[in-house]
């Protein structure tokens, strides 16, 4: 099988998506062809690239104040000017199929060219992307239909949750498929005699920019330097001191490699799972699985989820058992469940990261979440004659 993955979701070992993506083609390289289609900025992927250039147009309007109407261009419909080279790179390569992740624009070029050469689309859902940025209000319809018409000319999506499924319209070749965690083991190295603070690990900006805010005032007000939560993640600019305040007293410690992120989740008293209270957030928190929440059981400790009740996480959370639900916007009740689970000889942790843990063998087991990956591409390639919704 040859797969050309084209996508604005460079699959790299950097955010929660882009490494759910890597970890994905890396391990289907090893049995099949991939070639990944995407701009060239950005890290490299360890996989065969073909590298688009970006229009100078685009390039400085993402760049000006007006960078919020641009994306939103983008978003509604990609830059046609790339489907003659990715049509080009499509045929050369000899693809059997296309491959995309629903957000950004190269997205619904992925869709253009499939259909150009009569091949197989698959489309991957990590999430509501329509609800996570601020597009303006003139884009915002056209961007969820662009958004659901993947779904529908798709041979094969995959989504993350089942709501979400069902929002997109249950289908032949549609599937629920949680992210894939990291399926290395861990380093027999990672295990602490003692554990040091929770870690919040993912965006601070965004749609969970109010919540992160607050938490850090709170932490910077109660304790200081001495608040058991550290913060990991790409810078925020929030365009106050605070973020600043914040990596002075050594609470925020930045984006990191995977190996020092990794000890840091390890070593861990908790891990907090952060999704937004704000009205206008609901439909995303309802549909959109946190893959920060699957990552995390791989270390087997204790996980807070703070987020609404009715949220995919605390629904997962309260379900399973495998993670403690705290949907008290207020931040103070945050970190009140934190400081509790971070108490040596805690029975309640021992009991969560136990749970968590065997979320990760079992409910995220790596192997199978590839093997249903694999099979579901493999299943598109069975049926070459069908048919797509749209002319």
């Not at 009740?309 to 639900?325: I, K, P, Q």
């Amino acid at each position: 099988m040859r797969i050309l993955y084209a996508s604005d979701v460079v699959p790299a070992d950097t955010t929660s998506g882009a490494k759910v993506m890597h970890r994905h083609l890396v391990l289907a390289a090893r049995s099949h062809e991939v070639l990944v289609a995407r701009f060239e900025d950005g890290p490299a992927t360890g996989l065969r690239e073909l590298r688009l250039s970006s229009r100078r147009w685009m390039r400085r309007g993402l760049a000006s104040r007006r960078r919020r109407h641009f994306a939103a261009l983008d978003a509604c419909l990609g830059l046609r000017a790339h489907d003659a080279e990715l049509a080009r790179a499509a045929a050369d390569f000899g693809a059997d199929l296309v491959l995309t992740v629903a957000e950004g624009g190269l997205c619904h070029n992925a869709r253009r060219v499939a259909r150009r050469l009569g091949l197989p689309l698959a489309v991957v859902y990590h999430d509501w992307s329509p609800d996570w940025r601020d597009h303006p209000r003139w884009s915002r319809d056209w961007i969820e239909r662009a958004f659901i018409r993947l779904h529908r000319e798709s041979r094969t999506s995959l989504c993350v949750s089942a709501p979400l499924l069902a929002a997109l319209g249950e289908r032949p070749g549609a599937l629920v498929l949680p992210p894939l965690p990291d399926p290395t083991p861990l380093s027999p190295a990672l295990a602490p005699e003692h554990f040091g603070p929770a870690v919040y690990a993912g965006v601070l900006n965004g749609l969970v920019e109010p919540e992160v805010r607050a938490l850090a005032a709170h932490c910077l007000e109660t304790a200081g330097a001495d608040a058991p939560l550290r913060f990991f993640g790409p810078r925020p600019h929030w365009g106050d001191a605070l973020d600043e305040r914040l990596a002075r007293a050594g609470l925020y410690l930045g984006f990191q490699s995977a190996e020092v992120l990794q000890a840091a989740l390890s070593a861990a008293a908790c891990l907090l799972v952060i999704m937004p209270f704000g009205a206008a957030s609901r439909r995303f928190t309802r549909l959109s699985f946190p893959s920060k929440l699957v990552e995390y059981t791989h270390f087997g400790r204790p996980i807070v989820v703070w987020g609404p009740a009715d949220c995919s996480a605390a629904l997962w959370a309260r379900e399973t058992g495998a993670a403690m639900v705290v949907s008290d916007p207020d931040p103070r009740a945050a970190m009140d469940a934190l400081t509790r689970l971070s108490t040596p000889r805690c029975e309640e942790a021992a009991r969560l990261g136990k749970a968590a843990r065997q979320a990760y063998e079992t409910l995220f087991r790596p192997s199978v979440i590839h093997e249903r990956f694999e099979a579901a591409l493999l299943a598109t390639l069975a049926d070459r004659s069908a048919t797509f919704d749209h002319p």
